[in-house]
Structure formats: structure tokens, C-alpha cells
């Protein structure tokens, strides 16, 4: 499992191209086996894969659209809306302590698992990697810590962690994965954060690449100003509201600006945040947000 929402990763083995494998077929028929025996409320699916450049490029605004609706829709609730959040264990081969909890207020780290995915996921697979967590009592509204996620991050870590805070990247932040759409990186010199994402390609403001970061935060472990975390979050009220939130954001690639630029004008930061078009390092970063009189500093 390394996929996002809109980026599937499948890799075919040279040997079964050579040996013949010059179609899909066979692929879209395990697909098939694979939800109808899985899920019994499947009791008929068609798979279509689309190779075509062109009837993509038709298609993809439309399932951009889907899932943009999907996005508003959540927004619309809020954690202490609801008394039950999500878990997802589907990392859990190759992160063994990591378990995504998955709130109205955070979605899942690879992006790609809402609170009413979860929700619908429990329901048709009660037996599944995805399953329903009691969210009992708020013991901090600002860090938020709940006492039935604890509870689940002890029983899922094996007993590696339990306590967990889904509004921060400190003391006890979410386990991370290693499939995550992004990562949140604390920058000491500014005290502050900047954001990469998987397909930047580039070094980071501190000189890292998302590979390279992706390697020390990954693994399921909480990694105090580390956290991997899908990208919607950043439209979250509650995106590392104990730290900050948006307004300790100082850096991030030039298109994950651009995708949620409403998001930043609505807080005023949109000259306020660096991008990597604006500065190569630190040094330059703490000049750039002085001569742009960011916020935080």
C-alpha cells in the first residue's frame, strides 16, 4: 500500500512481462475476486482499467470533482460532533506499531481515508483493517488527546505507545506510517514548521528530500516534530492547533500552496509562506520571513 488518493503505485515484474503479460485482464480480474470475496455486500462489480492519455485526461477533472465534494462534506463536521472516530491498521505489515486515527477533523495519513470513508469501510468489512474506535472522553481539547484513542494506540502498538495527540507534532504525535501524502517538519532555527509532500522531488528548505525525511519518520513510530499526514488536514481547524496551526507554516512547494491557496489567503498568509521558488536554505528563509513580517516570528 503506497497509494494516494489519485496516485497508484503498480509496478509489474519485468520477468511476467517477458514471459507474456501483455495485458491488464488478469489484473482487473483479481481486483474483482478480491471485493466480491472480501466484501459480501458485493455481490457484482465491473473493473475498467483506462490506459488512454486522452479518455484520462476526460476523466480525471470528474473524479476530482467526487472527491472534492467528499472534502466539503467533512468539513462540515467536526470531532466533538460524533462520539466514535476510525482506525486503519492497513500499514501494519510493514509499520507494525502504527495504527491512523481517522476523525472528522483528521483524515487518515495517506490522504485517502475520511471520517465517512471509515465509517462506510467499518460497515461493509466489520472484519477489516478499518474499525470503529469509542471516542470517550476529551481529556485535551487543545493538544486533543481522547481516552478511547489512547486506548487503541495502546492495544494496536503493542503496548509500544498510549497516549496519542491528534493536534500536534509534540510530545505525542500520531505514529507515521511510511505511505503518508506529506510530512510536517519542524524547523528550529525558526521555530517553526514547513510541509513536503510525495511527489516534491526537491531538497526541502533544510536541505532534505521527502525520501530522505520519509525514512526517519516512518517505521510507526511517534517522532516528536515529525509527523507524516495527509494533505487535507491543512483546511483543518484543528491542523496542529497546538502548535500553532497554519500560522506557524513557513515553507512548502510552490503546488501544495497552489492547491489549497483559498485555504491560506482566507488565514492572510499567502505572501507570508516561502516556497522553494523563494528560498534554498535556512539562512535565506530567515531573511525572506523577516523582509515578509511573518506572523509567528
Known sequence: HMNQRADTWIRVNKTAAKKGWTTLKEFGEILNFLYTSEMDIIEKIQITLITDPDLIEKLYPEAKAAYAARDQRVLTLHD????TFYGCVLCQSFAPTHVSIISPDRIGNCGAINWFDGRAAAKIDPEGPIFAIPRGDLIDPTKGEYAGANQVERERSLGTYDRVYL??????????????????FYIPEVDAFGIVHREFKGKTVIGETFSHMAGETSGGRQVEGRLGTGLEQIRSPKFIQ???GLHRMVWMPKEIKERYRETIEAKGLWDKIAIEEDVADVDQLLKWLDEHQHPWL
Open 242 to 244: 497546538a502548535d500553532g
Open 167 to 184: 493536534y500536534s507534532a509534540f510530545e505525542h504525535p500520531h505514529t507515521s506510517c511510511g505511505c503518508f501524502e506529506a510530512i510536517v
Open 80 to 83: 466533538e460532533d460524533v462520539d
